[in-house]
């Protein structure tokens, strides 16, 4: 890993023997893959990084990377863009939101094979010519775009006059890019919608794997014993979390951590604690001893309920996004349809005590990483035979 120092095996493999796949798409060649940027642990880096491991492709483009910061991805193989040059951008990318299309327009085009851009809105732009096919693994249309309140809620106003300034002539690149893909794939039955909304494409929903590896080495959070509840997400807006603060506020018999940023400008309850750049290790042990994963953020998809899932945990979600194709209500989890921070207090309250961990389990094994490379798999050689 450029930058790196060298990780656990089931940080690079997430805990897969290469058996666990075919042999990686072998008619695809030559095959790239292209991811928006890489610069935090998210849900949509995680995809990202998996697909490079399973399928070992020969090019991997993405806008900047943060190595430290990210899945481990494969040393000397990533090119970058422009932005990677400024260390303003590669500490927060959001930065270079204008910037973004004129990076992407100006990489190498790729000129054979198959490209698959995992995108949230820019690697979709990535050039082709040739005889080369092009697959977009949509996370969810540009939310910056589309979804400008969610996403700058809690930005200043003048980076949300400056986007509503920009978003014309942004929406206008970015349609033309989607354009240019022979095949749009959805990460959920909500986000096919948006394309189908956005761009007027049909998509194939093919749901994210879950890649964390449940045998891994546990290790114990510092302060924290089992039984609390669990959420996990970037200070996003979006994320609800002021809401998941305020409810537990109310609940003074329980506990929430927090695993990422806390809210902005919210204090913190002596029951809410947050924790910071746990490594899988921890991650696992969290999972493994929360009551329920909680959250009440609309997901794209949503991978954490399922990672969760994995080591026998229940989900509490809100009935929306993603999660209405992640949960199977009543065997891996709850729906709450109330997300104010008293629905959520009272959904908290209501929470069953006692679930069938081995159901929970085999419900999160429909998600694996497996599946998600054989349905890939059909998809492109659909592609390839027209």
């Not at 909680?294 to 899932?309: I, K």
């Not at 081995?358 to 998600?372: G, K």
Request: glycine share 6%; aromatic share 8%; hydrophobic share 45%.
């Amino acid at each position: 890993m450029p930058g790196g120092s060298e990780q656990p095996a089931d940080e690079r493999t997430f805990g897969l023997r290469p058996s666990a796949w075919e042999a990686p798409l072998p008619n695809a060649r030559p095959l790239t893959i292209a991811h928006d940027y890489f610069t935090q642990r998210g849900g949509a880096e995680r995809v990202a990084a998996a697909l490079i491991d399973a399928l070992l492709p020969d090019r991997v483009v993405t806008a900047v990377v943060t190595p430290e910061h990210t899945f481990p991805l494969p040393a000397g193989q990533v090119e970058t863009t422009m932005l990677q040059q400024s260390e303003l951008f590669r500490s927060d990318p959001r930065r270079a939101l204008p910037l973004f299309p004129l990076a992407w327009s100006r990489v190498p085009p790729v000129t054979a094979g198959v490209v698959i851009c995992s995108s949230s809105g820019w690697s979709h732009g990535i050039p082709v010519t040739g005889n080369a096919r092009k697959i977009v693994y949509c996370h969810n249309p540009a939310r910056w775009l589309y979804q400008p309140d969610d996403y700058f809620r809690e930005q200043p106003k003048v980076l949300r006059a400056t986007m509503r300034l920009l978003a014309p002539l942004l929406a206008h690149w970015d349609r033309a890019a989607a354009a240019t893909a022979d095949v749009y794939i959805a990460n959920s039955s909500s986000v096919a919608e948006r394309i189908r909304t956005v761009y007027g494409r049909e998509a194939v929903v093919i749901h994210p794997p879950v890649t964390i590896d449940p045998a891994g080495e546990r290790v114990p959070v510092a302060g924290q014993r089992p039984g609390y509840f669990l959420t996990v997400g970037r200070g996003r807006g979006y994320k609800n979390l002021d809401r998941l603060v305020a409810a537990f506020a109310e609940l003074p018999a329980e506990r929430l951590v927090v695993v990422g940023e806390p809210p902005r400008g919210v204090d913190l309850p002596s029951n809410v604690s947050v924790v910071h750049d746990v490594s899988d290790a921890e991650l696992r042990w969290l999972y493994a001893n929360a009551r329920a994963l909680l959250s009440v953020s609309h997901e794209d998809f949503g991978l954490t309920p399922l990672e969760a899932n994995v080591f026998g945990t229940p989900a509490l979600l809100v009935r929306a996004g993603g999660f209405l194709d992640s949960l199977d209500e009543g065997v891996s989890g709850r729906f709450l349809d109330d997300d104010t921070p008293a629905g959520i207090a009272a959904a908290v309250r209501a929470f069953p005590k006692r679930w069938d961990s081995a159901a929970i389990v085999a419900h999160a094994q429909d998600f694996s990483l497996e599946a998600f490379v054989g349905r890939l798999r059909q998809v492109v050689d659909l592609l390839l035979a027209d």
